[in-house]
């Protein structure tokens, strides 16, 4: 398997576009999870997805944040309109709903928002 | 809420010294526990779990973590620092409930000097 897969790796964006980032989870996971990494607040958990349906989104900082889940093999987090405070690193990582297996992570993507 | 507290945002070892990152959880039913490293620029990868097997668990890389339930820790210990363990760790919680909520504490950075 190849992991999980996040896209882009970096995505440089003016303030007010549009910003979709994109995840595979790894095949067979059911569960699925968006997070945001900064210097200021570490690695913060934004949503998380049970079967493609989310569970709880209490982490996603505003109205301009949403994230969808379509089907087993894709999700995507979109921030509309972009704002330089969004600049971060966002995480996936998937992991089998099915007890305490561990949750891997794709390699990220680098937002920086001017 | 669960949660998961590291103590000292910075440690720093000389090469060959005990190593200790401390990770104390927040819970009245022992939850499952994870440690995770992150080297720049990449993604978080596992260095062990508990999951309430044997207490005592050994992960990759020489690393291995005590579950103590009398003082709700998980500490991260490895005997001899190498330069190649200079890295952040992450310790993390899951419920043992059926949301697998996963809360990563606030990460530790290892220094480890020659």
């Known amino acids: 398997d190849a992991g999980v897969i996040q896209s882009p790796r970096h995505e440089v964006t003016e303030m007010g576009q549009e910003v979709t980032l994109r995840c595979k989870p790894i095949?067979?996971?059911?569960?699925l999870f968006w997070y945001r990494q900064t210097m200021m607040r570490g690695l913060e958990l934004l949503i998380y997805?049970?079967?493609?349906?989310?569970?709880?989104d209490s982490g996603m900082p505003e109205d301009r944040f949403s994230a969808k889940m379509p089907n087993a093999s894709f999700s995507t987090l979109k921030i509309q309109p972009s704002e330089p405070r969004d600049s971060a690193v966002y995480f996936c990582?998937?992991?089998?709903?099915?007890?305490?297996?561990?949750?891997?992570f794709g390699q990220g993507t680098r937002l920086t928002v001017v | 809420a669960q949660s998961v507290t590291q103590l000292g945002s910075h440690v720093s070892v000389s090469e060959g010294a005990l190593v200790l990152l401390r990770c104390n959880y927040s819970?009245?039913?022992?939850?499952?526990l994870f440690w995770y490293v992150q080297y720049p620029n990449q993604g978080l990868q596992l260095l062990l779990k508990?999951?309430?097997?044997?207490?005592l668990v050994k992960g990759i890389n020489g690393f291995e973590a005590e579950f103590k339930k009398s003082e709700t820790s998980f500490h991260l210990t490895k005997p001899s620092a190498h330069m190649s363990d200079a890295a952040e760790y992450f310790c993390?919680?899951?419920?043992?409930?059926?949301?697998?909520?996963?809360?990563f504490g606030s990460g530790t950075r290892l220094l480890v000097r020659p």
């Open positions: 990582a998937s992991r089998s709903a099915t007890g305490p297996g561990e949750a891997f």
């Open positions: 095949s067979g996971h059911n569960s």
């Open positions: 997805f049970n079967n493609n349906v989310p569970i709880d």
């Open positions: 819970s009245s039913v022992p939850p499952y």
């Open positions: 508990y999951t309430s097997a044997a207490t």
């Open positions: 993390a919680v899951s419920d043992r409930g059926s949301s697998y909520k996963l809360i």
